[in-house]
């Protein structure tokens, strides 16, 4: 059996096999904390501009790679790929059970999400195993019998217990429903060939992995991928090869371009990096709450960054296309310099100008109120979002707005006070919400106190 070191050996000759490259003076290295990783070599470093990785888009695995080639699908075959991953048949039923075919029901590929498909992709390259074209990139993956210590959703139910109270526990309740549904729908569309091999656990283990690794495609492909398919570019998503390796900071700087004539993706440093060093990608603005759910991790509290927030979500106006209607409160002021994360979703810079009382508080989730509060009442004026966040509106208003989000936050710590576990944290997945629920607290706490000095 292969060791973890020859796994991703052979993973990057397989990427360079396409002219896909990692920078000479970078390593994978894996330990029992950060898993696989990229560091700088001894006696190495890395400068601005220097690319990170570079991978082929050849390499890449998404919904694009089930209908590249697919008889019904002839118009969307993969415009990345020189080689299908399937050969062409005039029969794709027939096919169902070739090791060099492998295609799927052309009903479960038009019925199904773009989103569901990639996903039943990825479990029958796991199936072929070293038949499959990805499997030196499918081998170095974490593998369904370690779904359950990553993914709050795919967590054993005391653990799930955990979360109680918190904004996490409802989305993982949700979150299993969804699986739950996709996986059954989906396997009404497939022949019972597909029962025995095509398991539910499997079903999630390739949700976790697109979960926790994945990228949208309008980040990596280039614009004209999207003809020829029946959705749009960012219904699914893409798994990198390689490029996925690197663990997320909200700090790092980087860039990720694709070159459209040579249809290589490269990941390239915008800072400087020593010998020894972890060298960082950069998933985006994400709290906490969105870290635990989709990559099962959260970042502690420094002088410089902090990644706590809750979440409030209101009822959606599709009238003003706000579908999420989900709005952050934050453990410190939004115009401190290490609310990152918070200030990047405000509406507008002048909202850190506010009233003391809301310096916590999304302007998105203040405006929100203030429109459910004066909806259908004689409110003459129209304010903007500046003269909303500056109290610069009736009294009776303010009034009810703060009121409004005393008793919203009030609740919230309740329910976590109420849900708090009984017993201590047994195992890692339990130690790691109750960091989690300390940091929500302390939101919270802080979030109520701003609003009293209103």
Aim: net charge negative; charged share 20%; glycine share 4%.
């Amino acid at each position: 059996m292969a060791t973890i070191a020859e796994r991703f050996d052979a993973l990057l000759r397989w990427v360079e096999d396409d002219g896909g490259s990692l920078n000479p003076a970078v390593e994978i290295y894996h330990d029992d904390l950060t898993k696989a990783s990229f560091r700088v070599k001894d006696s190495c470093s890395l400068g601005v501009d220097d690319p990170i990785v570079a991978l082929p888009l050849s390499k890449s695995l998404s919904y694009i790679n089930a209908i590249d080639h697919h008889p019904d699908f002839a118009s969307s075959s993969s415009p990345y790929s020189s080689s299908s991953s399937s050969p062409p048949s005039s029969s794709p039923e027939s096919d169902i059970n070739r090791e060099d075919a492998c295609y799927f029901p052309t009903e479960f590929l038009k019925t199904m999400p773009p989103h569901v498909i990639g996903r039943f992709f990825l479990m029958q390259q796991h199936i072929l195993g070293p038949k499959s074209k990805w499997w030196p990139y499918v081998r170095t993956l974490p593998q369904p019998e370690h779904m359950s210590s990553i993914l709050p959703a795919l967590w054993p139910s005391d653990d799930i217990e955990f979360l109680r109270g918190t904004n996490a526990f409802s989305a993982v309740q949700d979150i299993k429903s969804t699986l739950k549904k996709e996986y059954k729908h989906a396997m009404r569309l497939l022949p019972e060939t597909y029962y025995s091999e095509y398991t539910r656990p499997l079903y999630y283990w390739a949700y976790a992995i697109f979960t926790s690794r994945s990228f949208r495609p309008s980040l990596i492909f280039p614009p004209q991928t999207s003809s020829g398919l029946s959705c749009d570019l960012d219904d699914f998503s893409v798994l990198l090869p390689l490029y996925d390796i690197g663990n997320h900071s909200p700090l790092a700087k980087i860039t990720w371009a694709t070159d459209e004539e040579a249809q290589i993706c490269t990941l390239t440093c915008r800072q400087t990096y020593s010998a020894g060093e972890q060298v960082f990608n950069n998933y985006g603005m994400k709290t906490n709450v969105e870290l635990l759910l989709g990559y099962g991790f959260v970042i502690p509290a420094d002088d410089n960054f902090h990644n706590d927030y809750i979440h409030i979500r209101t009822k959606a106006d599709p009238e003003a296309g706000d579908l999420a209607a989900t709005h952050v409160v934050s453990l410190r002021p939004m115009a401190h310099q290490s609310s990152l994360v918070g200030r990047s979703r405000l509406l507008s810079a002048d909202s850190l100008g506010c009233l003391p009382c809301f310096s916590h508080i999304q302007d998105s989730l203040i405006v929100a109120l203030y429109e459910s509060i004066t909806k259908g009442g004689d409110e003459t004026n129209n304010p903007s979002l500046t003269e909303i966040m500056r109290g610069e509106i009736a009294d009776e208003i303010l009034r009810k707005i703060i009121d409004s989000l005393g008793s919203k936050l009030s609740v919230d710590l309740e329910d976590l006070e109420i849900n708090e576990p009984d017993y201590e944290a047994a195992n890692r997945n339990q130690q790691l919400v109750v960091r989690y629920r300390e940091q929500c607290w302390s939101v919270l706490e802080n979030a109520l106190r701003s609003l009293m000095s209103g």
